[in-house]
Structure formats: structure tokens, C-alpha cells
């Protein structure tokens, strides 16, 4: 039985060009998961992450951040990242890629929004791990091509996938799953 507050990870592009249609799909995500009840989670940096935060704050939700730093200061100095409508950040000091496996391992739910090749990474991470994973589709970069690569990962690994490009409709659907049977993580390592 699972007891505590469900945690929605939201991976995605950090930069590059953001469409505004994208901008807003992103909002909706993040007002989606604070309506769900749910946190979110993020790699505490700009871009369509952090619309999705902003998104959840509109409601009221709770927002998570892991940085890739040691402290505040490095985070904004250095990984030029925000720290605006964030209520909990966790600094690892572990550097992006690190982070990665803390943000991913902390999420019951993980959410692919276009994404370049850290995003790429979280995918690998919370499919490899039996996350539910969803993706919301339209949104360019890595969202627009899991289904292309599925096929060729041929690993069962519980990974439970979802794919909508209506925001709203993906949270809905990923939550409903989480709830009516939570993954159980770290089974196949304790077994393998």
C-alpha cells in the first residue's frame, strides 16, 4: 500500500526554442498535477520544466527542485537556473548528470516534454526502473520520438507508458494508473 503524496517529475528541455503553444502545454501540465493533488518534481532548472512549476504554483501546488549544485549560489551562478516558485529544493552537488538519477529515483510518475539528451537520460532512467512514464506528445525533441525507440530497448521492465498530447488528459491517466497499482521499484535489483 502506498501512503504519502504522489510526486510527478517533469523532465524536459531546458533550453533552446520554446514555442509558446509548448509554453502553455507545459503550464496546464503543472496546473494538472497541483488539481491531482500531487507534487512536483523537477532538475530545478529553467525552460519547459519550470512552466510546468510555474503552471503548479497558479493552483497553489507544491513544487520540488534538485539541483545539480552544492548550494543556491551555484545554482543560480553557475547552472543559471531559477529558484523563483520552487518550494523545496535539494541541492546534490552531483553535477546534470548526476541529479538525473536523484530527480528520476525520487518521482513515482515521470513526465517527458521535448527534452534533448538529458531528457533522453530521465527516460532511460525511469523506464529501465519501472516507473510509469508518461509523454506528452507535440511537444517536440525526445517526446515526439519514444514511441520511435520503444521497439528497439525490447526490456521488460513494468515500465507502465502513456502517451497524449493533451496535458490534462496524460496526468489523469498516469495518476489513475499509480493509484489503482503503484510500481514496485527495486524488486528486479533485489532479485537480479
Not at 29 to 40: K, S, Y
Amino acid at each position: 500500500m502506498y501512503c504519502g503524496l504522489i510526486k510527478i517529475g517533469v523532465m524536459g528541455s531546458a533550453g533552446g526554442k520554446m514555442d509558446a503553444g509548448i509554453i502553455e502545454k507545459c503550464k496546464e501540465l503543472g496546473r494538472a498535477i497541483a488539481d491531482e493533488g500531487c507534487a512536483i518534481l523537477t532538475g530545478g532548472c529553467p525552460g519547459l520544466p519550470h512552466y510546468a512549476v510555474l503552471g503548479c504554483k497558479e493552483k497553489d501546488g507544491l513544487t520540488i527542485g534538485v539541483s545539480p549544485a552544492l548550494s543556491i549560489q551555484e545554482h543560480v551562478s553557475r547552472y543559471n537556473s531559477p529558484t523563483d516558485n520552487i518550494d523545496v529544493m535539494v541541492f546534490t552537488g552531483m553535477g546534470l548528470m548526476g541529479r538525473e538519477i536523484i530527480g528520476v529515483r525520487s518521482c513515482d510518475i515521470v513526465i517527458i516534454v521535448g527534452g534533448r539528451s538529458g531528457t533522453l537520460g530521465e527516460f532511460a532512467i525511469a523506464y529501465d526502473e519501472g516507473r510509469i512514464v508518461g509523454v506528452l506528445t507535440g511537444t517536440g525533441g525526445v517526446a515526439d520520438h519514444v514511441d520511435d525507440f520503444l521497439p528497439v530497448i525490447e526490456k521488460p521492465t513494468g515500465s507502465r507508458m502513456f502517451f497524449d498530447d493533451d496535458p490534462r488528459s496524460l496526468i489523469e491517466r498516469c495518476v489513475k494508473s499509480f493509484k489503482a497499482e503503484p510500481p514496485i521499484i527495486g524488486e528486479r535489483e533485489a532479485a537480479g
